[in-house]
């Protein structure tokens, strides 16, 4: 089975900073690796995702995440955050080639100031 | 365009009674899913479907229950309210074939139970 840590429940940042947000998984099998947004009152919409091939996934808005197999991690970055950027943001897993069921991770709560 | 949606949006119901959520896909996707999101559990899997006439437990589905008639549609029915099942619950399907990993969500029901 798989499993999902993020490892920050709240991300306070300022507007045009950097941020990073973490995210570490488990599994014995191989995976595939999922960012998902959710702004407020709203269903969650995919991010990126990383099937296969180059490590460093480009997604929209301008975040994009690098899978490190090594360390089991798949962490979201964007360089400069707008206000507009303030959601949750979920990541998940699921096994590759399989039923294509993710686990997902508790969430982050990603809260941009001016 | 290909949407998911789910009626209601808000319900308040009393303890005992039976409430069912729709979801209804215009994707035509085969696979769909009903999570519930509640504070410090991010999303969590109450039952999920393959096809027509096909449906299976997820990690919380004690009291839950589904079915699948058409390609379109997976209600989620509570046989008996209790107030451990005040969440959101949110509806997703994903595509058939390639890109079958990636879920597109619905915007989801928030349930009170009194």
């Known amino acids: 089975a798989q499993s999902v840590t993020q490892l920050d429940s709240q991300v306070p940042v300022f507007e045009e900073a950097p941020v990073e947000l973490r995210c570490n998984y488990s599994?014995?099998?191989?995976?595939?690796l999922f960012w998902y947004v959710q702004y407020p009152n709203q269903g969650l919409q995919l991010l990126l995702k990383?099937?296969?091939?180059?490590?460093l996934v480009k997604g929209i808005n301008g975040f994009e995440a690098e899978f490190n197999k090594s360390q089991t991690s798949f962490h979201l970055r964007k360089p400069s955050v707008h206000i507009s950027d303030t959601a949750e943001y979920f990541c998940a897993v699921s096994k590759s080639g399989g039923s294509y069921i993710p686990t997902f991770g508790r969430g982050t709560s990603l809260i941009v100031h001016p | 365009d290909a949407e998911i949606t789910q009626s209601p949006r808000h319900k308040i119901t009393e303890t005992g009674r039976q409430v069912t959520l729709a979801c209804h896909q215009t994707?035509?996707?085969?696979?769909m899913f009903w999570y519930r999101q509640d504070l410090g559990h991010g999303l969590r899997l109450i039952h999920y479907?393959?096809?027509?006439?096909?449906?299976n437990k997820g990690e919380v589905s004690d009291g839950y229950s589904v079915s699948r008639s058409n390609t379109e549609d997976l209600p989620l029915t509570l046989e008996s309210a209790a107030s451990s099942q005040t969440s959101v619950y949110f509806c997703?399907?994903?595509?058939?074939?390639?890109?079958?990993?990636?879920?597109?969500f619905g915007p989801g029901t928030r349930l009170l139970v009194l």
């Open positions: 994707w035509n996707h085969n696979n």
């Open positions: 599994s014995s099998v191989s995976v595939y």
């Open positions: 990383y099937l296969s091939g180059s490590t």
């Open positions: 479907s393959y096809g027509v006439q096909d449906t």
């Open positions: 997703a399907s994903s595509e058939p074939g390639t890109g079958q990993e990636t879920q597109y």
